[in-house]
């Protein structure tokens, strides 16, 4: 095999300091390689790296739901990006805990932050009415994945520490969709 016929398989990841290079060529190794991507992902000390990620991906996620709903949805950036936010870092601290309960292996929160955010990737496409479904799946699979990668934990046990937040969130979106469908305005 010649030089031009190699293919770099080099795993990039996001940083901070330099988002224009990393956050495209990050997207591309979670997308084309997604378990090397989470066997071999940094250990992270602070917040900072998964939170601008996951920032990036809130903005592109706004911005991509806008022609499928309306301007306002621009208007609610600041809302939609804290209550997305302050949500991951709750799963972040209950998949802390769940991998030591379920899983026997130890995950800090920053590091649980750091796989929620990238497994949050595949949400930037959630706005496009189908296109969520599928997004949203992805993202489940990405951080199961993550989980059995990052954490080497079993496959099931990775499942038990996901399904308590999966159903959670159908219980809220179900009530959600309830009232809503039984809201009358006298």
């Not at 989980?147 to 520490?161: E, P, Q, T």
């Amino acid at each position: 095999m010649n030089d031009t016929a190699t293919e770099s398989t080099e795993i990039t990841y996001f940083q901070s300091n330099r988002p224009a290079q990393t956050f495209l060529a990050a997207l591309k190794s979670l997308l084309t390689q997604p378990r090397e991507f989470f066997a071999g992902a940094p250990f992270a000390v602070f917040y900072g790296n998964s939170l601008f990620f996951a920032s990036i991906i809130i903005f592109i996620l706004t911005f991509v739901a806008v022609p499928f709903y309306s301007l306002g949805m621009l208007f609610m950036l600041p809302f939609t990006w804290g209550c997305i936010l302050i949500g991951m870092w709750m799963l972040a601290a209950y998949i802390s805990w769940g991998v030591k309960a379920f899983g026997g292996a130890r995950l800090t929160p920053a590091n649980a932050f750091q796989l929620s955010a990238y497994a949050f990737a595949p949400m930037m496409f959630v706005g496009l009415s189908w296109g969520g479904t599928v997004a949203f799946l992805w993202s489940m699979y990405l951080l199961w994945l993550g989980l059995v990668s990052h954490c080497r934990i079993s496959g099931g046990r990775a499942v038990a520490v996901i399904i308590v937040p999966l159903i959670i969130v159908a219980m809220i979106g179900g009530a959600m969709m309830f009232a809503l469908g039984h809201l009358k305005i006298s």
